[in-house]
């Protein structure tokens, strides 16, 4: 079980580093560009793009915060040996869920090791009792 562990610790590592790359470049090319939309539209549909654009950071901000941080932290604190790596792990495992195909077999495979490791922990803990 150890071993599972390690390596869904390491996937999530990988997978949480890629995704916030990935959000970092999609920020990037969207600040490059965005600078040439606004010079081409009128004064009042830039308050308009200003509001959009000001949502769409947020709501990419929240997407940062909640996928890949979870993903890293908690891969990072399993290798360390810390059981609480799991939680984050596991939430980070189902937002996975909706990134097909690779966030899917990422998510099933969180949500698998969890309940391996549920199961052996009440195993031992029945055997101690």
């Known amino acids: 079980m150890e071993s599972n562990k390690r390596i869904l610790s390491i996937l999530h590592i990988i997978y949480g580093t890629l995704t916030l790359v990935t959000f970092l470049?999609?920020?990037?090319?969207?600040?490059?560009?965005?600078p040439f939309i606004i010079n081409e539209v009128d004064?009042?549909?830039?308050?308009?793009?200003g509001t959009v654009t000001y949502l769409i950071r947020v709501i990419a901000l929240v997407l940062v915060f909640t996928v890949p941080l979870p993903s890293i932290v908690g891969g990072i604190a399993m290798l360390n040996g810390k059981k609480w790596g799991?939680?984050?792990?596991?939430?980070?495992?189902?937002?996975s869920l909706l990134s097909f195909p690779l966030g899917?077999?990422?998510?099933?495979y969180?949500?698998?090791?969890?309940?391996?490791?549920?199961?052996?922990?009440k195993l031992n803990d029945q055997n101690q009792g």
Do not use: H, R, Y
């Open 86 to 95: 799991m939680i984050p792990l596991l939430i980070s495992g189902c937002l």
């Open 110 to 121: 969180t949500i698998w090791v969890f309940v391996q490791d549920q199961k052996q922990n």
């Open 25 to 34: 470049i999609v920020n990037t090319i969207f600040q490059s560009i965005f």
């Open 43 to 49: 004064s009042e549909e830039k308050m308009i793009i």
């Open 104 to 108: 899917m077999a990422l998510g099933i």
